[in-house]
């Protein structure tokens, strides 16, 4: 669609391992809008991460092999930008990322202060501007006191003057969201940045994610194999499944009707009641021989032939709700 | 096993390694076939003024020294006895260190704190001064030479093998080893030895170059076993007197102790690379 | 499920030593604060809080893993904490504890065959065909090939080296399992796969379960009384329903309203819990939860609260319930 400020299309990547080309991603598709809080669910091995670190260029560069595909950011295409654009520009200033560990992201021998003023030499708003100089300096650094409190770090001041290890987890988390909107970007890349932490601390940071998200319109790209946290924050959810993309919709509709037999299974298995545990027979399939088509083909009892020879086209099943599946769970509602 | 030619292969695609690799081969088959190989066997014993210091030629390949014996005969038999020095005084001191280090670093107390400590003072004294310490008081022989090296090498595999264990212990298995029941003995033999093992391994594969080094040295000094065995430091030694004229006699044993030396480390370097990252990687499958 | 006490834990105290740079002690790190608990046999029980309340310090000491500062844990009839490691061996026999990552527990170096025999080795002395058939019995049980005795730990998925995991500690025949986070890191599909096997397992060999984790839903599915830990305390227990549909202690409560609940009010619309957990080297005075309760008064300070069993199969710690 137009408007999109990020659309990735086709994407395919592979690593080389010993034992051969994992294909980690098998033409992936995906679209944000400015300002949405899209989520990105799936479990082990389907590529979130990888998706994720694609779109930031940070791929590691002797093993990945992105083999087709595009990553268009504003309309430009990201994997045909030159690596110093793409440092300079685009990573950590457009487009900023919080890891998902937030205890071993930062510098252990240096202060807070010390790691934010390297940001803000090299990535203040200010800078792109042409804005330097003392001023600019003086303007940063109000800039960065605002944000942590935004964040709710008590006494910002201090925070400046301490080491990473003695903050807690929880505080560090907030710190690293500080430090990603700093740069005032448009699109914040989170990578399971709750999964690490408590569900108290985890209520608390979803809570903060949305409010500044939305305070600041700028777009999230958040990775969880946790359904109940897209629940909370997201304006939209793709789910992926061994490096295939299978279902995006806005979140009531995929809440509400799931169409995916994938989707449905997962939303099942959640943990609800005793009697109703159930998972989903057989195990994620290996990336180096991935079943044909459409790769959960082998566990899904909706198979048909066509699915395990060619991986299904996107259907619409609604406004922005497209399912690739040739026997999706529900009726179509697109017009 | 599987897994001994799986290293061998890893060791094989480094060009280095395999360098290493053949140079080592290479020193075991001279040294075996060196009664074939030599063509003066006899000079080991005997001797022939009337041809000494002759430089390179037809009749001696590399030369001859002083006594007229030939340098190329007298080296490959020379590669016996440093393999039998270096052999012999690592397998000792792994022997010693080994147990000592496992031991010290899986039990805490005094008693591990009394071996760390001894092992301490023999490494605070400089390995060559106190290899030519023992090798002065006990005379020159092979024998001696090798209880030297040992006695100096040893607390090297012994603080080695305590850091490891002191890590390995606190692994998972381990804990669920001891929670299972198992008694000291069985998780330090049966479970910690088998995970540090490849360390040792690495390390004893490097320390080789160095005993031989250390041996060579003892021999230069005098230390080492007597003439007219074919030692390769005291033939160097011996060559002093007739530098710079007769270079051969200095270069060609020198030159064997670096090939010999640098093979091992190659090899080493190699053996540590190819197992370790096998051993550290996971194989669980990662999100 | 009876209501034979199986395992009796009774004023049970961790103290970790602080110690400053020149071993000093400074203080103590409270990990287990008076824990009092009774374990009925067949029951599982599960055992719930954030990181840093004690569940896996307990766990650990119970298993006898970490020495305990105080109090006594009477197993099958003896008290086994009052004994030293090597004392209580063989009564601990029928008491084990499954890690977090039973996969881990596996030594890479041996085969699969080989960790499964090892505790028949130490504890019964079996050895041989008989030591072989019990292991394809219990491999079974688990759900596993008998191909996979010759296998290595690297060489089978991590799914398949906690059967593995499991099915070690199920070679001895133990009465009560102690699981630390048996679900953690997994995948919501695996995760229910091994919740059925353990409820399996526990019909299969008559077992009694403490399912140590952090995951309220997990273990709300599975267990039949859940306790629910903060700073090294237990602050409420009773049966799963009750403290999953009428919390009584504040903590539980917010606990309870962090949780993401798909179809329900969002928790980021409305969440009240503040700030993070005090140290457990520096407890607040009288009620340790009084510096986030939304409900703390003066008297709060005052009086370190104990659990009053004031409502049917339901014990909280708190003033003010």
């Not at chain 1, 529900?330 to 017009?335: F, G």
Request: charged share 20%.
């Amino acid at each position: 669609m137009d408007g999109d400020l990020v659309r990735v299309q086709g994407l395919r990547v592979g690593f080389a391992t010993d034992a051969g080309l994992a294909q980690v991603l098998d033409g992936v598709d995906l679209a944000i809008r400015p300002g949405e809080i899209m989520g990105l669910v799936g479990e082990s091995g389907c590529g979130k991460t990888t998706l994720a670190r694609s779109i930031l260029g940070i791929l590691p560069a002797n093993a990945a092999r992105i083999a087709a595909g595009e990553i268009l950011f504003e309309g430009q295409d990201l994997l045909r930008l030159d690596e110093g654009r793409l440092a300079g520009d685009i990573r950590g200033r457009q487009i900023t990322y919080i890891p998902q560990d937030p205890f071993n992201s930062f510098n252990p021998v240096f202060t807070i202060g010390t790691q934010i003023g390297d940001l803000m030499r090299w990535k203040s708003p200010l800078r792109a501007e042409g804005v330097s100089g003392r001023a600019r300096r003086r303007r940063d650094r109000e800039r960065v006191l605002e944000l942590l409190h935004l964040v709710q770090l008590p006494n910002p001041e201090s925070i400046l003057r301490k080491y990473p290890h003695e903050l807690s987890g929880g505080q560090r988390q907030r710190l690293m969201i500080a430090m990603a909107l700093l740069p005032g970007p448009k699109l914040v890349i989170a990578d399971e940045p709750t999964t690490a932490l408590d569900v108290t601390v985890q209520a608390q940071i979803l809570t903060l994610l949305k409010s500044l998200a939305r305070r600041s319109g700028v777009a999230v790209l958040f990775t969880t194999h946790d359904l109940g946290t897209t629940y909370e924050i997201c304006d939209r959810i793709t789910v992926m499944y061994a490096g295939q993309d299978v279902e995006s919709a806005p979140v009531a509709a995929f809440f509400g009707r799931p169409s995916h037999p994938y989707t449905t299974r997962l939303l099942a298995s959640l943990p609800t009641t005793r009697d109703a545990i159930s998972g989903i027979p057989g195990e994620i399939p290996g990336l180096i021989t991935p079943p044909p088509g459409c790769r959960f083909n082998p566990r899904c009892d909706r198979a048909v032939e066509e699915c395990r020879s060619v991986r299904p086209s996107p259907t619409a099943m609604g406004a922005q709700h497209l399912v690739r599946c040739y026997r999706p769970m529900q009726e179509s509602r697109a017009a | 096993m599987a897994r001994f030619l799986f290293i061998l292969r890893k060791l094989a695609e480094d060009r280095s390694t395999l360098l290493g690799v053949i140079l080592l081969a290479l020193l075991v088959l001279v040294a075996i076939l060196a009664p074939v190989l030599a063509t003066h066997p006899g000079d080991v014993s005997e001797f022939h003024t009337a041809q000494r210091l002759h430089p390179p030629g037809a009749e001696n390949w590399l030369g001859t020294d002083r006594m007229g014996s030939d340098i190329y005969s007298r080296l490959l038999f020379g590669a016996r006895i440093t393999i039998t020095i270096a052999v012999t005084a690592i397998a000792v001191a792994v022997l010693i260190g080994v147990p000592i280090g496992l031991v010290a670093g899986y039990f805490d107390g005094i008693a591990s704190d009394l071996l760390m400590r001894t092992s301490d003072i023999f490494l605070a004294v400089p390995q060559i001064v106190l290899a030519i310490a023992i090798a002065q008081t006990l005379g020159p022989s092979i024998e001696n030479v090798i209880l030297a090296l040992s006695a100096t090498y040893w607390p090297f595999w012994a603080r080695l093998v305590y850091a490891e264990t002191r890590t390995c212990r606190k692994e998972v298995f381990v804990e669920a080893a001891v929670a299972l029941g198992a008694s000291p003995w069985r998780v330090m033999l049966l479970h910690i030895l088998p995970n540090i093992s490849s360390s040792i391994i690495v390390r004893t594969t490097i320390g080789m170059g160095g005993t031989i080094l250390t041996a060579a040295t003892l021999g230069f000094l005098g230390l080492g076993p007597p003439p007219p065995t074919p030692e390769w430091g005291r033939t160097i030694a011996e060559s002093r007197e007739f530098l710079p004229m007769a270079w051969w006699y200095a270069a060609f044993p020198g030159l064997a102790i670096f090939l010999v030396v640098m093979g091992f480390n190659l090899v080493g370097d190699g053996l540590r690379d190819a197992l370790d990252p096998r051993l550290r990687r996971s194989a669980r499958r990662g999100r | 499920m009876s209501e034979t006490p199986i395992l009796e834990v009774e004023t049970l105290r961790k103290y970790f030593p602080i110690r400053n740079v020149w071993k000093r002690r400074t203080g103590w790190l409270k990990a287990l604060d008076d824990v009092s608990l009774t374990v009925r046999k067949g029951e599982i029980l599960g055992i719930v809080g954030e990181s840093g309340c004690g569940k896996s310090t307990l766990g650990k000491t119970l298993m006898g893993i970490h020495q305990p500062s105080a109090g006594r844990v009477v197993f099958e009839g003896a008290d086994i904490a009052a004994m030293k490691p090597h004392q209580s061996r063989a009564l601990r026999r029928h008491l084990q504890y499954c890690y977090q990552d039973p996969g881990a527990s596996l030594d890479p170096r041996w085969s699969i065959g080989a960790s499964l025999r090892e505790p028949l080795t130490i504890h019964e002395n079996l050895k041989g065909d008989a030591a072989t058939t019990r292991v394809r019995e219990i491999l079974r049980a688990v759900g596993l090939p008998e191909g996979h005795l010759d296998l290595y730990p690297h060489e089978i998925s991590g799914g398949q080296q906690r059967r593995v995991g499991l099915a070690r500690i199920l070679t001895l025949k133990p009465s009560v399992l102690i699981l630390d986070e048996p679900t953690s890191g997994l995948d919501v599909s695996v995760q229910a796969t091994i919740l059925t096997l353990l409820l399996d397992l526990r019909q299969q060999f008559d077992l009694t379960y403490l399912f140590i984790s952090h995951d309220l839903s997990v273990v709300r599915m599975i267990s039949d009384r859940v306790a629910v830990m903060y700073l090294g305390r237990i602050v409420e227990i009773g049966t799963a329903e009750a403290i999953f549909e009428t919390p009584r202690h504040p903590y539980t409560r917010s606990l309870l309203s962090a949780i993401p609940k798909i179809g329900g009010a969002r928790v980021t619309d409305n969440f009240a819990l503040e700030g993070e957990p005090p140290s457990p080297a520096n407890l607040p005075s009288g009620c340790r939860f009084r510096t986030r309760c939304p409900m703390a008064q003066p008297v709060c300070a005052e009086t370190d609260p104990q659990l009053r069993e004031d409502w049917p199969g339901q014990a909280a710690a708190c003033l003010l319930a």
